[in-house]
């Protein structure tokens, strides 16, 4: 059975940094790539970062683009997210979710995480 | 990007209704679809992809279908659980992926 287990999140001030991760279970991770999806309060669901089975390959949103950087370690099955420079419009609920192949390329997204919340307020 | 728009926003039926729900993209995406079910508090759930495939596991109730810049999910016979808010997502292009805003289905 596959299972992905958000942790990490939490509260953060402005300008501050937090990481988070993701762990991965009941399929063979390095075959897979992986995203976060995030969703403020209030609204719908937004892709923000992605990156491939290998870990060769990552992609961002414009909307964090300089300021989120993905990871992850094949040996541990564990997906990262850090974000650095956070703003208040970070606030929000993070999934993370196992792309439908291995390459990034044309991915749904077939399990999701219960997500962890981040908040950043000063 | 390419951007998805849903329709409508908010939708009201009875248990034992068909409900459809359109989603549109603003370019082709051939038949890169995906629709989810999601719930607060809980992870989001794959129903559809490539636009008429129905997820293992997913209820047959669940239908989809289109392809280039329209699209429709169906549910027949709403069930009690089937209340939630459902997203539709091209993966066409990856960068970025987008959703569509989400149609939430209430109970009447």
């Known amino acids: 059975e596959v299972e992905l287990l958000e942790s990490g999140g939490g509260f953060a001030q402005p300008g501050g940094s937090l990481i988070f991760s993701c762990a991965a279970s009941g399929f063979t991770f390095s075959s897979y790539a992986m995203s976060w999806v995030r969703q403020a309060p209030g609204k719908g669901l937004e892709w923000v970062s992605g990156i491939s089975g290998s870990g060769s390959s990552t992609y961002y949103s414009d909307s964090v683009k300089g300021r989120f950087t993905i990871s992850r370690d094949n040996s541990k099955n564990t997906l990262y997210l850090q974000i650095n420079s956070l703003r208040v419009e970070d606030t929000a609920i993070y999934y993370c979710?196992?792309?439908?192949?291995?390459?990034?390329?044309?991915?749904?997204?077939?399990?999701w995480g219960q997500g962890t919340l981040v908040t950043v307020s000063s | 990007d390419i951007q998805m728009t849903q329709s409508p926003s908010t939708l009201s039926a009875s248990v034992g209704d068909t409900v459809t729900i359109t989603c549109r993209a603003s370019q082709s995406i051939s038949n890169s679809l995906a629709w989810y079910q999601h719930k607060p508090g809980k992870a989001p759930k794959l129903l559809i992809y490539k636009a008429s495939s129905l997820e293992s596991g997913a209820p047959s109730r669940f239908s989809g279908s289109g392809s280039g810049t329209e699209f429709t999910l169906t549910i027949s016979s709403l069930q009690p659980d089937d209340f939630a808010t459902y997203y539709c997502q091209q993966y066409n292009n990856y960068s970025p992926y987008t959703f569509g805003q989400g149609t939430k289905l209430e109970i009447k």
């Open positions: 979710a196992k792309g439908s192949s291995g390459t990034y390329v044309k991915n749904y997204f077939d399990f």
